[in-house]
């Protein structure tokens, strides 16, 4: 009775190394090598990948995290800078004169000021700059913190920075630009 095996190999080794493997009842130590190296070449791959999947998870977890502060603080000077009502000490004035935001921020130069706060593994560099809507860009003419009634727009930027696993520092930046409103 010849067996499935038997056909197998007859069929797919019909010469006479077919016979040579027919004949064979066990694996020689060769071919268990090699079934070892291969297994252990997939495994190294496999592990190098899990690492891998590891790292960038964790990266963009800290990037949603510097992402959502950043977020936070912009929003944080924008809610400020928009809801001044008539009289009130907040607002555009309140973010723009030396009395209100601008007190508890670092003076860079007239038209420039900074602060950093740090939470965590993360520092949020907060800046404030004036903005020449007629050159497109900072200012660096008459209008400056020191007439803020003169301002017409600031630039806001925010930009937080952290150092990752591999010990390379990364940083995310939000940056808007603030219109004064006008009330008649």
Same mark, same amino acid.
């Given at each position: 009775?010849?067996?499935?095996?038997?056909?197998?190999?007859?069929? /797919?080794?019909p010469?006479?190394?077919?016979?040579?493997?027919?004949?064979?009842?066990? /694996?020689?130590?060769?071919?268990?090598?090699?079934?070892?190296?291969?297994?252990?070449v997939a495994?190294?791959?496999?592990?190098?990948?899990?690492?891998?999947?590891?790292?960038?998870?964790?990266?963009?977890?800290?990037?949603?995290?510097?992402?959502?502060?950043?977020?936070?603080?912009?929003?944080?000077?924008?809610?400020?800078?928009?809801?001044?009502?008539?009289?009130? $000490?907040?607002?555009?004035?309140?973010?723009?004169?030396? +009395?209100?935001? =601008?007190?508890?921020?670092?003076?860079?130069?007239?038209?420039?000021?900074?602060?950093?706060?740090?939470?965590? $593994?993360? +520092?949020?560099?907060?800046?404030?700059?004036?903005? @020449?809507t007629?050159?497109?860009?900072?200012?660096?003419? $008459?209008?400056?913190? @020191? +007439?803020?009634?003169?301002?017409?727009?600031?630039?806001?930027?925010?930009?937080?920075?952290?150092? @990752?696993?591999?010990?390379?520092?990364?940083?995310?930046? =939000?940056?808007?630009? =603030?219109?004064?409103?006008?009330?008649?």
């Amino acid at each position: 009775m010849i067996t499935f095996k038997q056909k197998m190999v007859k069929k /797919l080794f019909p010469n006479h190394f077919g016979k040579l493997i027919k004949n064979q009842n066990g /694996l020689t130590m060769l071919e268990v090598a090699i079934g070892l190296v291969i297994l252990a070449v997939a495994l190294v791959a496999f592990l190098s990948s899990a690492g891998n999947v590891s790292y960038f998870n964790k990266r963009a977890e800290q990037e949603n995290k510097a992402t959502q502060l950043a977020s936070n603080k912009m929003e944080e000077i924008k809610r400020i800078s928009t809801n001044e009502a008539t009289g009130s $000490d907040y607002g555009f004035s309140y973010v723009t004169s030396q +009395t209100g935001l =601008l007190a508890s921020m670092t003076r860079n130069s007239a038209y420039k000021y900074s602060s950093s706060e740090t939470e965590d $593994d993360y +520092t949020t560099t907060t800046t404030l700059e004036v903005y @020449d809507t007629s050159t497109g860009a900072v200012a660096n003419g $008459d209008v400056s913190f @020191d +007439t803020p009634d003169q301002i017409r727009v600031i630039q806001s930027t925010v930009e937080v920075t952290w150092t @990752d696993m591999k010990g390379q520092s990364k940083s995310v930046q =939000l940056a808007t630009l =603030l219109h004064r409103r006008q009330f008649i």
